[in-house]
């Protein structure tokens, strides 16, 4: 890295947007709140100023997260003439919410090889930069709570789509606030979007409340495969693929049911598998001093200390054993430790 490149501070973030006029943004493939909250955030704000930005998904976004989008506002990558369309007359790369080039589907290749600049803003630990300029906050509840401070020092307006966007990016993140990384900066900073006309109540109403029967079934049948070991300390439930085909419920549909096992009492670590075509997708999320993202290094993944994930290559089985293992061994080193 030279000329400065590498990780690089929320106003060198910002000096590179200002001179964006044709940005592309992203979020990372199975795009959660957060990432698409980010991205929609940016995308209202560069229109705002009169530039043109464009949005891409690597597929269509979750039905919870889809009033975020007005018709036109993203276009999904489905072939490599897609992601290599979408590079056309841009004049800057902005990957939201991800520090993996293995979650940036189709995109990935080009990428890598792009002359283009390609700025990361994200929350996720990372010690090598992502991308030439890297701007990266651990300490952000949220990628869009570091989105929102960028904008804000920009002094860019943050309107009532962006603020809804923004909105549902902390939420997103921090469980509704109630997870460990919910601090003073993330309830300051959603209180300053309801203050430009964020919608807490139609935020909640469209993520919280528009549930399908077929989630409901799949949550039934997921909660007939958990199972606790060790005292009640670790919890670990699976999807397979026959439930999906069996309820119709959606992959989305699965996002949330790691939630299920940490609410349990007395969970430290809970473990969620779903079971995918080619692998088994992981979920980890504990309770502090024991680590998500240590677990989910074992996988070839990572994420946060307290919710992490990661992929096995071999089946529902093998996964789960191998996770369980992994799982008793962190309670156990944890105990060594005092
Ligand atoms: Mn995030």
């Given amino acids: 890295m030279t000329g400065g490149a590498g990780f690089i501070s929320a106003g060198a973030a910002g000096r590179l947007l200002a001179q964006s006029t044709r940005p592309l943004l992203m979020g990372h493939v199975e ?26 998904l690597h597929e269509p976004a979750p039905r919870i997260f889809d009033f975020l989008l007005e018709a036109g506002d993203a276009s999904v990558v489905d072939t490599g003439a897609d992601a290599t369309a979408a590079m056309d007359e841009r004049d800057l790369v902005i990957v939201l919410d991800n520090n993996s080039w293995a979650r940036l589907g189709l995109m990935a290749p080009l990428l890598k090889a792009t002359s283009l600049p390609v700025l990361c803003i994200d929350h996720h630990p990372c010690s090598t930069p992502f991308s030439a300029w890297h701007c990266l906050d651990t300490g952000a509840a949220a990628t869009g709570v570091l989105v929102q401070e960028i904008l804000e020092a920009l002094d860019w307006p943050v309107d009532e789509s962006a603020g ?60 007939d495969t958990v199972t606790l ?110």
């Fill in 31 to 56: 795009i959660d709140g957060d990432a698409l909250g980010s991205a929609v955030a940016l995308l209202h704000a560069f229109r705002a100023r009169g530039a043109a930005p464009r949005l891409v």
């Fill in 164 to 223: 809804d966007a923004l909105y549902t990016a902390i939420v997103n993140d921090t469980g509704w606030f109630r997870w460990s990384n919910t601090d003073r900066r993330a309830l300051e900073a959603a209180a300053r979007l309801v203050s430009v006309g964020a919608r807490p109540a139609r935020v909640a109403a469209f993520v919280m409340l528009r549930e399908s029967l077929a989630a409901k079934k799949l949550l039934a049948r997921f909660l």
């Fill in 229 to 338: 070991t060790e005292d009640g300390r670790i919890a670990t439930g699976f999807v397979t693929r026959e439930m999906f085909a069996s309820t119709g419920a959606l992959r989305e549909d699965s996002e949330d049911l790691v939630n299920h096992l940490r609410a349990l009492e007395g969970v430290a670590i809970a473990v969620f598998l779903r079971e995918d075509a080619d692998g088994v997708k992981l979920s980890f999320r504990t309770r502090a001093p024991f680590s998500a993202r240590a677990l989910a290094l074992q996988f070839s993944g990572g994420g946060h200390e307290q919710a992490a994930g990661g992929r096995h290559d071999g089946s529902l089985a093998t996964a789960l054993e191998e996770a369980q293992g992994f799982a008793k061994q962190s309670l156990s080193h944890a105990a060594v430790r005092g």
